[in-house]
Each structure stands twice: as structure tokens, then as C-alpha cells.
Nanobody
């Protein structure tokens, strides 16, 4: 069992930055690749970024490349998403998730533990 709790969401102006954190507890954090997803009102949940068990490999959605950075601190059992140059279309609830895969993946059905979500709102 893995418990995930996101924090760091909020309201920011376009062009600004936010850093999301996801604190993990339960089974060993470094056993699993981790990911971030987001869901905007009326839209399906979509992949944002993923990171391998020890942080050596990352995967990003095209729409966040160059703006967002995923990282993890195994000593603190924490996953991060640094979001820069935010746009109004980045407004969504952001979820961290733990994957049952052995590699970084973008398919949400391969993630079996989810946090409760953090609201990110970007004003124009």
C-alpha cells in the first residue's frame, strides 16, 4: 500500500511558477516509478510527466517540455513537479501517482495509487 498526499497548488498569474510536492508513505517509495497527471473541468485525465524509480529517466508530455520538471527525493519520500512559464490552459487538478510498471510510462491505467489532487489555477 502507498499513500500519496499532494501540496503546493494555488492561484498564479500567467508566466508564473509553482512547485507541487507529493509526500509518499507506506511501501518503499523508491520501488516504483512515479508520475503526474492532470484533469481540467470537462476533460479527461491526461499524462504530464513521469520519473523512474531512482530518478535517472524522465518522460514528459509534449505540451510541458521545457516548462515543467519532475524530480524525486528518495530520502524524503517526496515527488516534485516544478512548473514554470505557466499558461491559463495549465489550469487543472494535478494528481501524483505510483506506477506498477518497471519503467516510466504515460498510460494512467498502469498507475495503481493516486493522491487526492491539488488545484492549480493560472489566470490570464
Amino acid at each position: 500500500q502507498v499513500q500519496l498526499v499532494e501540496s503546493g497548488g494555488g492561484l498564479v498569474q500567467a508566466g508564473g511558477s509553482l512547485r507541487l510536492s507529493c509526500a509518499a508513505s507506506g511501501r518503499t517509495f523508491s520501488d516504483r516509478p512515479m508520475g503526474w497527471f492532470r484533469q481540467a473541468p470537462g476533460k479527461e485525465r491526461e499524462f504530464v510527466a513521469a520519473i523512474s524509480r531512482l530518478g535517472g529517466n524522465t518522460l514528459y508530455a509534449e505540451f510541458v517540455k521545457g516548462r515543467f520538471t519532475i524530480s524525486r527525493d528518495t530520502a524524503k519520500n517526496t515527488l516534485y513537479l516544478q512548473m514554470n512559464s505557466l499558461k491559463p490552459e495549465d489550469t487543472a487538478v494535478y494528481y501524483c501517482a505510483a506506477s506498477r510498471s518497471t519503467t516510466v510510462v504515460r498510460t494512467y491505467t498502469l498507475y495503481d495509487y493516486w493522491g487526492q489532487g491539488a488545484q492549480v489555477t493560472v489566470s490570464s
